[in-house]
């Protein structure tokens, strides 16, 4: 973990769903915080509350009660106008299913955030094909997403998730629709996001891309039940080495 | 990130408001690529919105034009039709020569007062010989209705004066027929029966009232008006008075005002009044006048145009619900890339507003084509029809209705919640019921309910209609040819020529081959000119009691006519006998009377052989027929009192020939008929024209016009809003059978049977049209009780038509749920179940 100023701080957070009288308690009592740089993985088996706590983090969801925090600002108690500002402006999503708006092209949808945000036109343009360059995806701007693989939908959403620039990148199980290949190419693309600066958390059944995050959070019952500072440098180097391999593959398909 | 960036992007002003017209142009490229991708939802959309925009703006022009337009004269609302009144004896009548200078006078409620009576002459010197509808007014007529000649000029104040040079003004329609628009005729000179009159001017066009005219002539021109009887004669009130009202007065002052001056005339110079009259005067709108009849069928036709509209409002509604939760999973992307709600609604919105511009604009295409159809029918009962069109205000209800139903369909969906987690994940799968199921089902009944209201009105306007085709009106109209001549009355001046030239024609008609039966009459059944020809306004004296001036005998006429004229209209003679040829000018006064008059007459006694007398026993006719009711005024019309003279013991100057052909061909014998009835005028005098040729078929059919009219488009409209339902009922299952796959799917799994599944279907939809129809029916039973009151002949619960009905929309509902259920029981179990 670097020593980076906190982003993100949650404090005794907690989800209940309320279903025809029944309480089902999502997230209890969860406190975490997580610093500008930092790449962070959250597992756990399934109903183990992964996704709610990815949600809730996104702003894509509200906690019942606890305290968020994001960069000091307290953020709990947003209105949606206002949680819709905070994600199109700080937080970039990657989802296991790409996302990807059938009827637009490959730059418009990387387009979508900039327009959301207010950005010139000008501006727009030079900033989507700047991030697509960075995911290799210039020659398929002008495709729709059926047309392209997998794979290639999911660097587009990657792309996406960038393109405004955001502090904090969150994937959820940003390579569970993907093959190895594929899956491996996007977490390449991840980590030297994160490299560059990118606090990224992730949310993923595959224990080996959680070796690619310096933090793992493992969740059960809506608990914390562990953390970790993750990989041991000689793994982390070996699987990366091997991303490294298949990625340069990709990108040549691409 | 830092905290104060934080704190500033969640309170930023929104900079998306900067770039509001650049947001919406992606949102419109975005709707066509999302139009093109979804063709057939978006044409039925369109289609949709189309034909009820389409229908609703056609007719909405007609009544913009006839209702609600003003006029195209100036100031409209300030122009007043005057008449003055017999309040005892409920007459109304017009004003003499006298009496308009009085009024114009004494009123201190209008500026002005201007004179019309209608005359009709025959015109000679250019080509054929012409007869011409001719409106003899007062100079300041055409300044008070604020119409400018497009060549020439009108009448000066000077040329009113008795005396003054014979003058004409042409009206566009006939300057265009008869001097081929020629702008050279003006100071030329044409003869108007024996005298040679100037045209001064040609007027623009204009909805005439209370006539449509070729001409208007000066007073002075007119040999009638400038007689020294109409002149000093109070009693000869030929004339209809005009008037503008003065600024700060109102309708009700001046009908106080007028009916002042008429009551201080009355007892100023009694003599000039029926005994004991209560003379009175009013004042009536002359747009009102212009719209009356026809108000009420139009207001009928916009509300039911407008539940067409929202028929199709509540349709596209259902259908943008549908593709918008088809969509939930592209919105929750929206929404976690940073996409407000009142930005997601505005793409909504785009998209709506769009799709309903797009069904505005075709529909406008429609009723533009259908503008001519409506005018058409439209002209059968208003002069206002050629005011008729689309205009700036008709385009801008268009726009508006469309940009509502846009509104409507777009903002509706924007209301539900997108949960994001689950629509991400998703895609947003749900149960109908919590789908916008409650609204969509609404929806859904109300458009039963509306379509339910709509075909009951539909069905009691036809019944309606059909009642007044089989009322017994007292005669056949079948193969009967007409022709009238308005013989020229300078040339004809006297009985004797009118009913020698009569005679002669009858003898020649009467000699065409194929023509079985002919006759001639002053006027005719559904005959719009002569129909209020010769009312008896004085008390008639009985042969077997005393006379009493104050006998009230109201809408008495007598019709002239010569003998078989009851055969040919099949009119039964139900006493007594029928006029011969020895009923003449030399033969015994005699006449033949209406049932409805022998009944109040002699109710207990035959009228046979019995005399009246017009003239307070000077000379009296004895009734020698009593004849079975013929309805003159239309089939809506009850008949009024008639007294059929002899033609030869009263003559007439307006003729219609009447002439039955019969066999095979005699539907063919119009044209035929046409040129005999030309041959033999023009042989027995060259310089007298003919008027108008016509089938008392024809004339039947026009005097129900309106009612047909209203039948025709209400029938349609019924049937556009019955497809318009049958494709939302057919949405919305279809719908539901893809949000209930999964269920199915586990209920075939756990032994359901296809019929099972059918039945599962087809009682949501039969359940949901039977709540539309219950609701319906409040809204029929209303709707009918007030087309009663304005139709002929209805009940307002018409138990076959309410039954009809009812089983056609659950039979259509049946069919619409039938498909989607039969696919819903046919998807094999595990196909379902991996929904």
């Given at each position: 973990m670097s020593?980076?100023?906190t982003l993100?701080n949650?404090n005794?957070?907690?989800?209940?769903y309320h279903?025809d009288?029944?309480?089902?308690?999502?997230?209890?009592?969860i406190?975490l915080t997580?610093s500008q740089?930092?790449?962070v993985t959250?597992?756990g088996?399934?109903?183990?509350?992964k996704?709610?706590?990815l949600?809730?983090i996104?702003?894509l969801?509200?906690a019942?009660?606890g305290e968020?925090?994001?960069?000091d600002v307290?953020?709990?108690?947003l209105?949606q106008?206002?949680m819709?500002?905070v994600?199109?402006k700080?937080?970039?999503?990657?989802?296991?299913?790409?996302n990807?708006i059938?009827?637009?092209t490959?730059?418009q949808?990387?387009?979508?955030?900039?327009?959301y945000?207010?950005?010139k036109k000008s501006?727009r343009?030079?900033?989507?094909?700047?991030?697509?360059?960075?995911?290799?995806?210039t020659?398929r701007a002008?495709h729709?997403p059926?047309?392209?693989?997998?794979?290639q939908q999911?660097r587009?959403a990657?792309?996406r998730?960038?393109v405004g620039?955001?502090t904090?990148?969150?994937?959820?199980?940003?390579?569970g629709?993907?093959?190895s290949?594929?899956?491996?190419?996007?977490m390449q693309?991840?980590?030297?996001?994160?490299e560059?600066g990118v606090?990224?958390c992730?949310?993923t059944?595959?224990?080996?891309y959680a070796?690619f995050?310096?933090r793992?959070i493992n969740?059960?019952?809506g608990?914390?039940?562990?953390?970790s500072s993750g990989?041991?440098p000689d793994d982390?180097?070996?699987?990366q080495e091997?991303v490294?391999i298949v990625a340069?593959q990709?990108?040549v398909e691409? | 990130?830092?905290k104060?960036?934080v704190?500033s992007?969640?309170?930023d002003v929104d900079k998306?408001?900067h770039?509001f017209i650049e947001?919406?142009?992606?949102?419109i490229?975005y709707a066509?690529?999302?139009?093109?991708?979804?063709p057939?939802?978006t044409?039925?959309?369109v289609?949709?919105?189309?034909?009820?925009i389409?229908a609703?703006t056609?007719?909405?022009?007609?009544?913009?034009?006839?209702?609600?337009?003003?006029?195209?004269?100036k100031?409209?609302?300030?122009?007043v039709?005057?008449q003055q009144?017999?309040l005892s004896r409920?007459q109304?009548?017009?004003?003499s020569?006298t009496?308009?200078?009085d009024?114009?006078?004494q009123s201190?409620?209008?500026?002005e007062?201007?004179?019309y009576?209608n005359?009709?002459?025959?015109?000679y010197?250019?080509?054929?010989?012409?007869r011409?509808?001719t409106?003899?007014?007062?100079?300041n007529f055409?300044?008070?209705?604020n119409?400018?000649p497009?060549h020439g000029?009108v009448?000066?104040?000077?040329e009113?004066d008795?005396g003054a040079?014979?003058l004409?003004?042409l009206?566009?329609e006939f300057?265009?027929?008869e001097?081929?628009g020629?702008t050279?005729i003006?100071?030329?000179?044409v003869?108007?029966?024996?005298?040679?009159?100037?045209?001064?001017?040609?007027?623009?066009?204009?909805?005439q009232?209370p006539d449509v005219?070729d001409?208007?002539?000066?007073?002075?021109?007119?040999?009638?008006?400038s007689?020294e009887n109409?002149?000093s004669?109070?009693?000869?009130?030929?004339m209809s008075g005009?008037a503008?009202?003065?600024e700060?007065y109102?309708?009700?002052?001046v009908?106080?005002?007028?009916?002042n001056?008429?009551k201080?005339?009355?007892g100023t110079?009694?003599e000039?009044?029926?005994?004991n009259?209560?003379v009175s005067a009013?004042?009536?709108s002359?747009?009102d006048?212009?719209?009356?009849?026809?108000?009420?069928?139009?207001?009928?036709l916009?509300a039911?145009t407008l539940?067409l509209f929202l028929?199709?409002?509540?349709n596209?509604t259902?259908?943008?619900?549908s593709?918008?939760?088809k969509?939930k999973?592209?919105?929750?992307v929206?929404s976690?890339?940073?996409a407000?709600k009142?930005?997601?609604?505005?793409l909504?919105?785009?998209?709506?507003?769009l799709?309903?511009?797009?069904?505005?604009?075709?529909?406008?295409?429609?009723?533009?084509?259908?503008?001519?159809?409506?005018?058409?029918?439209?002209s059968n009962?208003?002069?206002?029809?050629s005011e008729?069109?689309i205009?700036?205000?008709v385009?801008?209800f268009?726009?508006?209705i469309?940009t509502?139903?846009g509104?409507i369909?777009?903002?509706v969906p924007s209301?539900?919640?997108?949960?994001?987690?689950s629509?991400l994940k998703?895609?947003?799968?749900s149960?109908?019921?919590?789908?916008?199921?409650?609204l969509?089902n609404?929806l859904?009944?109300?458009q039963?309910?509306l379509?339910?209201t709509l075909?009951?009105a539909a069905?009691?306007?036809?019944?309606?209609?059909n009642?007044l085709?089989?009322v017994?009106?007292?005669?056949?109209?079948?193969?009967?040819?007409?022709?009238?001549?308005?013989l020229n009355w300078?040339v004809?001046?006297?009985a004797?020529?009118?009913?020698q030239?009569?005679?002669?024609?009858l003898?020649?008609?009467?000699?065409?081959?194929?023509?079985t039966?002919?006759a001639?009459?002053?006027t005719?059944?559904n005959?719009t000119?002569g129909?209020n020809y010769?009312k008896?306004?004085?008390?008639?004296?009985?042969d077997?009691?005393?006379?009493?001036a104050?006998?009230?005998?109201p809408e008495?006429?007598?019709?002239?006519?010569?003998?078989?004229?009851f055969?040919l209209?099949?009119s039964?003679?139900?006493?007594?006998r029928?006029?011969?040829?020895?009923?003449?000018d030399n033969?015994?006064?005699?006449?033949?009377i209406?049932k409805?008059?022998?009944?109040q007459?002699?109710p207990n006694?035959s009228?046979?052989?019995h005399?009246i007398s017009f003239?307070?026993?000077?000379?009296w006719l004895?009734?020698?027929?009593?004849?079975?009711n013929?309805r003159?005024?239309?089939a809506a019309?009850?008949?009024s009192?008639q007294i059929?003279?002899?033609m030869a013991q009263?003559?007439?100057?307006?003729?219609?020939?009447?002439a039955?052909?019969?066999?095979s061909?005699?539907?063919?014998?119009?044209?035929?008929f046409?040129?005999d009835?030309?041959d033999i005028?023009?042989?027995l005098?060259?310089r007298q024209?003919?008027?108008?040729?016509e089938t008392?078929?024809?004339a039947a059919d026009?005097?129900?016009?309106?009612?047909r009219?209203?039948?025709?488009?209400l029938?349609?409209?019924?049937?556009?809003?019955?497809v318009i339902t049958?494709?939302?009922?057919?949405?919305?299952m279809g719908?539901m059978?893809?949000?209930?796959?999964?269920?199915?799917g586990i209920?075939?799994?756990?032994?359901?049977?296809?019929?099972?599944?059918?039945?599962?279907?087809?009682?949501?939809?039969i359940?949901l049209t039977f709540i539309?129809l219950?609701v319906?029916?409040?809204?029929?039973?209303?709707s009918?009780n007030?087309?009663?009151?304005?139709?002929?002949?209805?009940?307002g619960?018409d138990a076959?038509?309410?039954g009809?009905?009812?089983?056609?929309l659950?039979?259509i509902?049946i069919?619409?749920?039938?498909i989607?259920?039969?696919?819903?029981?046919?998807?094999?179990?595990?196909?379902?179940?991996?929904?």
């Amino acid at each position: 973990m670097s020593n980076s100023k906190t982003l993100i701080n949650i404090n005794n957070l907690s989800k209940i769903y309320h279903t025809d009288g029944t309480q089902t308690h999502a997230l209890k009592a969860i406190s975490l915080t997580i610093s500008q740089g930092d790449y962070v993985t959250i597992q756990g088996p399934s109903g183990g509350g992964k996704s709610t706590l990815l949600s809730i983090i996104g702003l894509l969801d509200k906690a019942t009660s606890g305290e968020y925090k994001i960069s000091d600002v307290s953020v709990a108690k947003l209105s949606q106008s206002q949680m819709a500002k905070v994600r199109n402006k700080e937080i970039g999503f990657i989802f296991q299913d790409f996302n990807l708006i059938g009827d637009m092209t490959v730059s418009q949808n990387v387009e979508l955030p900039l327009i959301y945000r207010g950005v010139k036109k000008s501006a727009r343009k030079a900033k989507v094909d700047e991030v697509l360059a960075r995911v290799n995806m210039t020659e398929r701007a002008h495709h729709l997403p059926n047309q392209l693989s997998g794979g290639q939908q999911q660097r587009v959403a990657v792309a996406r998730a960038l393109v405004g620039n955001p502090t904090l990148l969150l994937a959820d199980e940003p390579t569970g629709n993907l093959d190895s290949v594929n899956g491996d190419s996007v977490m390449q693309l991840l980590s030297e996001l994160n490299e560059q600066g990118v606090t990224i958390c992730m949310v993923t059944h595959d224990s080996r891309y959680a070796h690619f995050s310096n933090r793992t959070i493992n969740l059960f019952d809506g608990e914390i039940v562990s953390h970790s500072s993750g990989v041991t440098p000689d793994d982390a180097k070996s699987v990366q080495e091997h991303v490294k391999i298949v990625a340069s593959q990709i990108a040549v398909e691409a | 990130m830092s905290k104060t960036t934080v704190s500033s992007n969640i309170n930023d002003v929104d900079k998306v408001q900067h770039n509001f017209i650049e947001n919406v142009a992606i949102d419109i490229s975005y709707a066509f690529s999302r139009f093109i991708s979804q063709p057939m939802t978006t044409l039925i959309i369109v289609l949709t919105l189309a034909l009820s925009i389409g229908a609703t703006t056609a007719i909405f022009s007609v009544v913009n034009g006839l209702l609600f337009q003003a006029t195209p004269f100036k100031d409209s609302d300030k122009l007043v039709i005057l008449q003055q009144q017999d309040l005892s004896r409920q007459q109304n009548y017009g004003f003499s020569a006298t009496e308009i200078i009085d009024f114009s006078a004494q009123s201190q409620t209008f500026e002005e007062m201007s004179e019309y009576h209608n005359m009709t002459f025959t015109m000679y010197g250019n080509g054929d010989p012409v007869r011409v509808r001719t409106g003899v007014v007062s100079s300041n007529f055409f300044n008070m209705l604020n119409l400018t000649p497009i060549h020439g000029r009108v009448f000066t104040e000077s040329e009113d004066d008795i005396g003054a040079e014979p003058l004409v003004v042409l009206t566009y329609e006939f300057w265009q027929k008869e001097f081929n628009g020629k702008t050279d005729i003006i100071d030329q000179s044409v003869e108007f029966n024996n005298r040679s009159h100037k045209i001064i001017g040609v007027l623009p066009h204009f909805p005439q009232f209370p006539d449509v005219n070729d001409v208007y002539m000066a007073i002075p021109s007119c040999p009638w008006r400038s007689s020294e009887n109409a002149l000093s004669n109070r009693g000869m009130r030929m004339m209809s008075g005009f008037a503008r009202i003065k600024e700060n007065y109102s309708l009700a002052d001046v009908n106080t005002d007028v009916a002042n001056i008429a009551k201080q005339l009355g007892g100023t110079y009694p003599e000039a009044y029926a005994e004991n009259a209560n003379v009175s005067a009013s004042a009536l709108s002359l747009h009102d006048e212009l719209v009356r009849s026809s108000r009420p069928y139009l207001y009928t036709l916009l509300a039911t145009t407008l539940l067409l509209f929202l028929i199709a409002v509540a349709n596209v509604t259902n259908l943008t619900l549908s593709q918008h939760a088809k969509r939930k999973r592209e919105f929750a992307v929206r929404s976690s890339l940073g996409a407000s709600k009142a930005r997601l609604a505005q793409l909504l919105l785009t998209e709506s507003i769009l799709l309903s511009l797009f069904g505005g604009l075709i529909g406008l295409l429609f009723a533009f084509l259908g503008l001519g159809f409506l005018k058409d029918l439209a002209s059968n009962f208003s002069s206002l029809a050629s005011e008729i069109s689309i205009d700036s205000t008709v385009m801008l209800f268009a726009l508006f209705i469309s940009t509502f139903s846009g509104i409507i369909a777009g903002i509706v969906p924007s209301f539900g919640k997108i949960d994001l987690v689950s629509s991400l994940k998703e895609g947003g799968k749900s149960s109908y019921s919590t789908d916008h199921g409650f609204l969509r089902n609404t929806l859904l009944v109300g458009q039963f309910a509306l379509s339910l209201t709509l075909l009951i009105a539909a069905g009691l306007t036809i019944k309606s209609l059909n009642n007044l085709q089989s009322v017994d009106v007292g005669f056949s109209a079948k193969h009967v040819e007409i022709s009238q001549v308005d013989l020229n009355w300078t040339v004809y001046n006297n009985a004797q020529q009118r009913w020698q030239i009569s005679q002669q024609i009858l003898q020649e008609v009467r000699k065409l081959p194929n023509v079985t039966s002919s006759a001639l009459s002053m006027t005719y059944p559904n005959d719009t000119v002569g129909v209020n020809y010769n009312k008896v306004r004085q008390a008639v004296q009985l042969d077997d009691r005393d006379f009493n001036a104050d006998d009230r005998l109201p809408e008495t006429f007598i019709r002239p006519i010569t003998d078989g004229y009851f055969d040919l209209l099949e009119s039964n003679l139900l006493m007594g006998r029928d006029f011969t040829a020895d009923d003449d000018d030399n033969g015994a006064l005699v006449a033949i009377i209406n049932k409805k008059l022998a009944n109040q007459w002699w109710p207990n006694e035959s009228a046979i052989n019995h005399n009246i007398s017009f003239d307070q026993g000077q000379t009296w006719l004895t009734i020698v027929g009593v004849v079975e009711n013929i309805r003159e005024g239309g089939a809506a019309v009850e008949s009024s009192f008639q007294i059929y003279r002899p033609m030869a013991q009263a003559s007439a100057a307006h003729i219609a020939i009447l002439a039955k052909y019969e066999g095979s061909q005699a539907s063919n014998f119009t044209a035929t008929f046409t040129q005999d009835i030309k041959d033999i005028v023009a042989r027995l005098d060259s310089r007298q024209p003919l008027s108008k040729f016509e089938t008392l078929q024809k004339a039947a059919d026009n005097s129900v016009a309106l009612q047909r009219f209203l039948a025709q488009l209400l029938t349609m409209f019924s049937v556009i809003a019955l497809v318009i339902t049958i494709s939302g009922v057919s949405g919305v299952m279809g719908y539901m059978v893809n949000l209930r796959t999964r269920e199915i799917g586990i209920r075939m799994a756990i032994g359901a049977d296809k019929a099972k599944v059918l039945l599962l279907i087809l009682s949501y939809g039969i359940k949901l049209t039977f709540i539309g129809l219950v609701v319906g029916i409040t809204g029929a039973y209303f709707s009918g009780n007030w087309l009663a009151s304005q139709l002929f002949g209805i009940n307002g619960f018409d138990a076959i038509i309410y039954g009809s009905a009812l089983m056609s929309l659950l039979f259509i509902s049946i069919a619409a749920c039938f498909i989607p259920a039969w696919r819903a029981s046919s998807i094999p179990p595990m196909v379902a179940l991996k929904q």
